[in-house]
């Protein structure tokens, strides 16, 4: 599975952006795929993720302002971020986690291929 992740960069506090992570390879539209952040310092967190179903998990502190979905036409994830916070800093990484042996879909352990990452800064 191969992950590509786009759509960063520099927004306001308040202000909104939507990241792209396009996947390809055998399989891949049936995998999990999650969305995690990285902030300077701090350990990679999961943001959210979803199945090839549709459904959907938050973490706690986004919940209300991230919107993940799924093209499963295109096999792009999306991950729609609105009402952004300066604490919403960091690289963000697409990963897919293979639907058969996933347990906790937020932990990042969980999966198996990463995107590179996108930056998003949300200045105060």
């Known amino acids: 599975v191969q992950l590509q992740a786009s759509g960063g960069g520099l927004v306001q506090a308040g202000g909104s952006l939507r990241l792209s992570c396009a996947a390809s390879?055998?399989?891949?539209?049936?995998?999990?795929i999650g969305w995690f952040r990285q902030a300077p310092g701090k350990e990679r967190e999961g943001v959210s993720c979803?199945?090839?179903?549709?459904?959907?998990t938050y973490a706690d502190d986004v919940k209300g302002r991230f919107t993940i979905s799924r093209d499963n036409i295109e096999n792009t994830i999306y991950l729609e971020m609105i009402s952004l916070k300066p604490e919403d800093t960091g690289v963000y990484y697409c990963?897919?986690?293979?639907?058969?042996?996933?347990?906790?879909?937020?932990?990042?352990?969980?999966?198996?291929?990463w995107g590179q990452g996108t930056q998003v800064t949300v200045s105060s």
């Open positions: 990963a897919a986690a293979n639907p058969w042996t996933i347990v906790k879909s937020l932990e990042s352990y969980e999966y198996e291929y």
């Open positions: 390879g055998p399989g891949s539209d049936t995998w999990y």
């Open positions: 979803i199945n090839y179903e549709g459904v959907t």
